[in-house]
């Protein structure tokens, strides 16, 4: 059996990550891909809950990431393309550096746009569920905005369509340009 591939898309909300990602893994070269959407672990949380860009919510974000590292390292061990979608900045990556360290093929691509397309991509957002606050977008498209070492991981997405970041991705992950 073939051991799938781990691309994490990554970057502030209204950047495109959850379009191109469900994009790349209907697209995938190898047989079977998943597309896991984190924000869905979050949502699963029912009771003690802290929106995870707030203070204090440093250990349950910790928990978080840890069950769907888990869930990706066991969908790439069973040879899915598995296609990490969420905001995952560089101060968590060290558990997937380390899932690289034990040979597992892990790509870290950050879609960033300008911050004022991304507050105006966020803004228009038709969530039902949830209000977009434009202070939290804002705070983490700062967060994005300086990613020193891994600024060779970023794509702009300001100007790009859905189609043309779907290839920038691929062409990435395809020249092990953003691979950790």
Not at 147 to 164: C, F, K, P, Q, R
Request: glycine share 8%; charged share 25%; aromatic share 8%.
């Amino acid at each position: 059996m073939n051991q799938g591939r781990i691309m994490i898309i990554t970057g502030p909300p209204g950047t495109g990550k959850t379009t191109v990602a469900a994009a790349v893994a209907r697209e995938s070269d190898r047989e079977k891909s998943v597309h896991m959407h984190t924000d869905d672990f979050y949502h699963d949380l029912s009771k003690g809950a802290v929106p995870p860009y707030l203070p204090g919510a440093d250990e349950q974000n910790l928990v978080v990431i840890e069950a769907f590292l888990a869930a990706a390292e066991r969908f790439a061990r069973a040879g899915y393309d598995v296609i990490v979608d969420g905001i995952i900045g560089p101060w968590f990556l060290a558990p997937w550096q380390k899932l690289a360290q034990e040979h597992y093929e892990v790509h870290y691509i950050v879609l960033r746009a300008g911050k004022e397309e991304t507050l105006k991509r966020a803004a228009e957002r038709d969530k039902a569920d949830r209000k977009i606050n434009a202070e939290a977008v804002e705070t983490m498209w700062k967060q994005f905005s300086d990613l020193g070492v891994y600024e060779a991981n970023v794509i702009d997405t300001t100007t790009l369509s859905v189609e043309d970041t779907v290839t920038a991705v691929k062409e990435k992950v395809a020249g092990g340009r953003a691979r950790l």
